[in-house]
């Protein structure tokens, strides 16, 4: 992926320094995260690719020093909501002020088949029954699993990163967990869990 070029004007090139210390780190997450929304690689490459142009155009809104990767999940989750409603049943369009508002106050990208190598490992030791059952999950309980048990977020960044409060984050994981629970009862019962 080529990070957008601009004339060679010191904010721009400090924007580009910025864009590659803070984000390029965590495009393999990104990635990852995208393929679990998406389920499929073109559209998580295309959901990555996004979030990265976005990402740099509004640069300006991060505020050095926070934590990136919820800066970028946040922008990640936004763009696969408006595309998830562009092909549900018609966009409601999600404007990028957030991004200052919510973080400013408080291109060399690795091989796309390291990232393809990464998520089919993480797939590998999940199984087949259990990503199939999180891909079943409803977006909005896919994403908190997803966040929560396979990003290791804390329930504040996935506060900030889905834009709900702290207690909505509980109680969605805990009835997304309990919809895995149940879906997942007689695979457990196959593995000798009781």
Not at 12 to 27: C, R, T, V
Not at 60 to 85: M, V
Not at 130 to 158: G, H, K, N, W
Request: aromatic residues 10%.
């Amino acid at each position: 992926m080529e990070i957008p070029t601009q004339s060679v004007s010191s904010p721009k090139a400090n924007a580009q320094a910025l864009f590659e210390k803070e984000f390029m780190p965590h495009l393999d997450a990104m990635y990852n995260f995208a393929l679990r929304l998406t389920n499929d690689e073109d559209d998580a490459q295309d959901l990555v690719q996004d979030t990265c142009m976005k990402a740099f155009r509004f640069i300006d809104s991060f505020e050095p020093g926070t934590y990136a990767k919820a800066w970028l999940f946040r922008i990640l989750k936004n763009n696969f909501i408006n595309d998830y409603r562009k092909k549900s049943r018609g966009p409601a369009k999600v404007e990028f002020e957030w991004v200052e508002q919510s973080f400013s106050g408080d291109e060399d990208q690795e091989p796309a088949s390291h990232a393809d190598l990464h998520a089919e490992t993480v797939n590998e030791m999940l199984g087949d029954e259990i990503t199939a059952a999180i891909q079943a999950l409803p977006v909005d309980f896919r994403m908190i699993i997803i966040l929560c048990d396979l990003e290791e977020f804390s329930y504040e960044e996935m506060a900030r990163i889905l834009d709900i409060p702290i207690g909505t984050v509980r109680s969605r994981l805990h009835r997304a967990r309990a919809i895995l629970k149940e879906s997942l009862a007689t695979y457990a019962k196959s593995k000798g869990y009781h």
